[in-house]
């Protein structure tokens, strides 16, 4: 099948910067739109920002200005690059992909999430 596997969550002080990876693999076809979703403690998971197999991008409000979502189309690896970290950001977030496998047939797919801490 298909696996999602996220890479560079950690912790981080406020103001700082994290790079996350989501490299896709297995028996894929196609990707079409990737995704970063994001949960914190105690409340349900939210979009932080998508990008589609085009190129174009969206983001939550929060997001705007301080988050870049990317894509390697070759490495079938999604990023977002985070800058001006907030408390508030804590979260684990979460990798998405919307992957039509060699079968022909369209799943989404999730990662298995990595954590992001801000705190001084």
């Known amino acids: 099948q298909v696996q999602l596997v996220e890479s560079g969550g950690g912790l981080v002080q406020p103001g700082g910067s994290l790079r996350l990876s989501c490299a896709a693999s297995g028996s894929i076809f196609n990707i079409y739109a990737m995704g970063w979703y994001r949960q914190a403690p105690g409340k349900q998971r939210e979009l932080v920002a998508t990008?589609?197999?085009?190129?174009?991008?969206n983001y939550e409000d929060s997001a705007k200005g301080r988050f870049i979502i990317s894509r390697d189309y070759a490495k079938n690896t999604v990023y977002l690059q985070m800058n001006s970290l907030k408390p508030e950001d804590t979260a684990v977030y979460y990798c998405?992909?919307?992957?039509?496998?060699?079968?022909?047939?369209?799943?989404?797919?999730w990662g298995q999430g990595t954590q992001v801490t801000v705190s001084s």
């Open positions: 990008i589609t197999s085009g190129g174009s991008t």
């Open positions: 998405n992909g919307r992957i039509q496998i060699i079968t022909g047939l369209e799943y989404d797919y």
